[in-house]
């Protein structure tokens, strides 16, 4: 008896071993029967009906007939009981794989193509299953008998009129002979089972790949916007970039970032990009009570509106009129999310869509992640405007003081060159007087008048001196050029000093411009003989299309180029540390250059502003 839980090659092994044996009993019983008809040469039948194989009656070896009948009852009996489908067939013509025909088919072989016992035994292949001629079946089983070799098929589809798409998996076995068996099982749910668990992990790939590269998109994005708000103070060039690369994560008709002034309980708009929308807001402020911005404001929480249909538009237009223009104009989605730093809210981030339900989750936590990058872009830039706002209000205020000093200056030099000046002219001229009347015995007297001629005289020169310091005349009467050269002459008398004066004559600068390069070398020749131990200075003046430099070159000691503070303003003078705020506050610079041993260079740049 075959065992059911044994595999299905030992099962087809077991058949063919059975197989045989009913061919070696068909085969002896011919014998048998050819020996009693006296046909058989070499055989002869005993009294007892028994063939001697070597036709001795009393030979000790005796032949029985097989009881075929019994062999083949075996085994259909066992081949019933088998689950896998197994059919017996038989090559009629070998020339003809279509002549198979059916000779045994078990239950499981019906059940497995839909069709009974009695509509497929005696029939051939081209009789019962047609379409298998237009496959290359009959001619594997054909292959088969010829070559006496079992052949495994794997999976074979097939259908016809009665038998549905089915999947089957074959196998051919040999039965000696012209005949074959074939085991075969439908493997058509398994089938379908695999190919949907197949469609599954296809589409779960697919989805897990595809939810990958938007990850990948949006890491790319994200990390492209945090780049962009953080390479430039330039909020709007700022605001543009972002915008382009938030749309690449979001779909938006409408964006908007608006600033809030809780002190005024207003809103800004500094950037408005996409459909138009005929709203009224004033870009630079408008009320935030009442509307969607005062709502995420005061709660501090992203806010998502969505309507579908011209009937929830009307109603969300009563409701809520600060969005009627925004309905009007087509928008149906509105997101807003707070811009804030240390939990205080700054600003609103607000994406528009004119399609429905535009946005879900996904896109609110990707909107919230694009907002706290940008709230800390805002917040710098409202930091740096601030900043630079009080530095202009105090350059502002350095440049007012310093025209009204030097105003100041040019009122006393004035008047000590007019009321002075005049008066101790005249106060000379007295003195002189005195001295030429006086007796010609009174040499005395003489020596005492000539004595105060001589510290008028002196007098006279130091209130030229001090005029000249607090405001050269010479600046409006003859010009930069020559007044630079002439302060170069006296300075290098008082200090023993040699300077040399170069340059080209300059447009007419404007007073400002003049009096600032003034005093610049007035700064930078008082440091030279204060610091520098220097023998010899060049100072040389020059302009270019649009810029005028002023240089001061010295051979002194110099001093390190990265000294202490300390020591910096010491080598440098503190008043050279001014000076160079003073040509910011008129758009120029001062660069400084030095080394220990070798002296230091000075220039000074400002931009050409001519005399109006």
């Known amino acids: 008896m075959i065992d059911e839980g044994k595999t299905k090659n030992e099962l087809i092994a077991e058949l063919q071993e059975l197989r045989q044996r009913t061919q070696d009993a068909e085969e002896q019983n011919k014998i048998y029967a050819l020996s ?18 070597n036709g001795d009656p009393n030979s000790g ?26 059919t017996v067939l038989k090559l009629e013509d070998p020339k003809d794989p279509g002549s198979f025909r059916y000779l045994y088919r078990n239950p499981a072989a019906d059940q497995a193509t839909r069709s009974t016992l009695h509509q497929v035994v005696g029939t051939t292949i081209r009789d019962s299953f047609p379409h298998l001629l237009e496959t290359n ?6 292959g088969v008998v010829h070559s006496g070799e079992s052949k495994g098929l794997g999976e074979f589809r097939y259908s016809d009129e009665s038998i549905p798409n089915t999947v089957y998996s074959l196998d051919v076995f040999p039965l000696g002979g012209s005949y074959v068996g074939v085991s075969f099982e439908n493997i058509t749910e398994v089938k379908l089972a695999q190919e949907a668990r197949e469609d599954a992990l296809t589409t779960l790939e ?33 605001y543009e970039r972002f915008a382009d690369e938030v749309r690449k994560l979001i779909a938006f008709d409408r964006i908007l970032i608006a600033i809030i002034n809780p002190d005024h309980g207003s809103v800004s708009l500094p950037y408005v990009s996409g459909i138009a ?76 869509s004119t399609k429905p339900n535009a946005y879900g989750d996904r896109h609110v936590r990707l909107a919230e992640n694009i907002a706290g990058q940008i709230s800390g872009t805002i917040v710098n830039t409202q930091l740096f405007e601030q900043l630079e706002a009080g530095h202009n209000r105090l350059r502002s205020l350095t440049q007012q003081v310093i025209e009204n000093q030097e105003e100041e200056r040019r009122q006393v030099s004035r008047e000590l060159h007019d009321e002075a000046g005049q008066a101790l002219t005249a106060l000379k001229l007295s003195l002189q007087i005195v001295g030429s009347e006086l007796a010609f015995d009174s040499q005395s007297m003489r020596d005492r008048v000539k004595g105060a001629v001589d510290l008028t005289d002196a007098t006279m020169e130091n209130i030229r001196l001090l005029a000249r310091g607090l405001r050269p005349l010479e600046l409006d009467a003859l010009g930069l050029p020559r007044t630079l050269e002439g302060y170069c002459r006296d300075f290098a008398l008082l200090t023993n000093i040699s300077i040399h004066y170069s340059g080209l004559e300059a447009p007419q600068l404007s007073e400002a411009t003049n009096i600032c390069l003034y005093r610049y070398l007035q700064e930078a020749l008082t440091n030279v003989a204060k610091h520098a131990k220097a023998k010899q200075v060049l100072v040389h003046l020059g302009a270019s299309d649009d810029h005028i430099r002023l240089s001061v070159s010295d051979n002194g000691r110099g001093f390190p180029r990265e000294p202490s503070r300390r020591n910096a303003a010491k080598a440098r003078g503190i008043g050279l540390l001014g000076m160079q705020e003073r040509f910011e506050a008129l758009g120029g610079r001062i660069e400084i250059k030095s080394t220990v041993g070798k002296g230091t260079d000075l220039a000074a740049y400002l931009p050409i502003q001519e005399r109006r």
Not at 137 to 142: S, Y
Not at 212 to 234: D, K, M, P, T, Y
């Open 61 to 86: 070896s005796h032949y029985s007939p097989h009881p075929i009948a019994d062999l083949s009852q075996a085994f259909e009996a066992i081949v019933d009981r088998i689950r896998l489908g197994i």
């Open 137 to 142: 079946l009959p001619t594997i089983f054909a």
């Open 36 to 53: 009693l008809s006296g046909s058989a040469p070499g055989t002869s039948l005993a009294k007892n009906g028994q063939l001697s194989s």
């Open 277 to 352: 929308v005929n709203d009224g807001l004033n870009r630079q402020s408008s009320r935030l009570a009442g509307t969607m911005a005062g709502h995420v404001a005061r709660s501090g929480t992203t806010m998502l509106i969505s309507v579908d249909g011209e009937e929830d538009a009307s109603k969300l237009m009563k409701r809520n009129r600060s969005l009627s223009p925004a309905l009007k104009a087509g928008i149906r989605t509105f997101l807003a999310i707070p811009l804030a730093s240390k939990d205080q809210v700054m600003g609103i981030l607000f994406l528009e």
């Open 206 to 238: 697919s989805a897990t790949k595809a939810r990958s590269q938007r990850l990948a998109v949006e890491q790319s994005a994200l990390a492209e916007i945090g780049r962009i708000v953080s390479s430039s103070l330039n909020i709007e060039e700022v």
